[in-house]
């Protein structure tokens, strides 16, 4: 199993506040990916990052930022948690740019409340 | 406007028989396709990949078949198994840095 660790594994929020998942990953993969699963929507893009402090928007990126400042970190920021966040959360990592799976971390489930 | 689609929300078959899972997709610029399989309270694993340039490609009881003038991809699994119960989505390389598209997903229930 590719080495990524996703925290927390669960949480619940209240709508307005801050909420910061983690993705490590000791595989030393440029590329990460936060996607986020949802009933009848399979798994959306929300931010990605194809190096250190380098960070683009997915199809799915308002209300969420990225951070990545070391090659094995990859976070995910919710600014001010609604009730349409609520999901689970998945980071992904891969090892190349095109034409390549990408394995996924256990999941984050976030309620907001 | 979804670009990758699968239109059977859930599948059951009997083990021992094949499974075939189905996707669509509109773009025609997706040059890679991919299955992952899920199960609850797990992430998605990589099951089997095609790339555009390929109609088959087959990796023990699982195959993918690529048609693409039609734009549709299937996986067929030979023969299924009570462990292959789970979610199967199908998902397609976009635009490079190895986004994925996925669809919505398949609930395949393999019963005894």
């Known amino acids: 199993d590719a080495g990524i660790t996703q925290s927390p594994r669960h949480k619940v929020t209240e709508t307005g506040t801050p909420v910061t998942l983690r993705c490590h990953q000791t595989?030393?993969?440029?590329?990460m990916y936060w996607y986020r699963q949802d009933p009848g929507h399979g798994l959306r893009l929300i931010h990605y990052?194809?190096?250190?402090?380098?960070?683009d928007k997915g199809e799915v990126s308002d209300g969420y930022s990225v951070s990545r400042s070391k090659t094995e970190d990859f976070l995910l920021t919710l600014e001010s948690a609604t009730s349409s966040q609520t999901s689970v959360y998945f980071c992904?990592?891969?090892?190349?740019?095109?034409?390549?799976?990408?394995?996924f971390g256990q999941g984050t489930r976030l309620t907001v409340v | 406007d979804q670009q990758v689609k699968q239109n059977s929300p859930s599948l059951s078959v009997q083990e021992g028989r094949i499974s075939i899972l189905n996707c669509d997709y509109t773009?025609?610029?997706?040059?890679?396709f991919l299955w992952y399989k899920k199960y609850p309270a797990e992430g998605p694993t990589f099951l089997i990949s095609?790339?555009?340039?390929?109609d088959k490609n087959e990796d023990g009881r699982f195959t993918v078949f690529l048609n693409k003038s039609a734009k549709h991809l299937s996986l067929h699994i030979v023969p299924s198994q009570p462990g292959d119960s789970a979610v199967y989505f199908c998902?397609?390389?976009?635009?490079?840095?190895?986004?994925?598209?996925f669809g919505a997903g398949t609930r395949l229930a393999v019963h005894p």
């Open positions: 990052s194809y190096g250190v402090k380098d960070t």
């Open positions: 992904a990592i891969s090892n190349d740019a095109v034409n390549t799976e990408a394995f």
């Open positions: 773009n025609s610029m997706f040059d890679y």
């Open positions: 095609i790339s555009s340039i390929k």
């Open positions: 595989e030393n993969h440029r590329y």
């Open positions: 998902a397609a390389g976009s635009g490079g840095y190895n986004k994925l598209i």
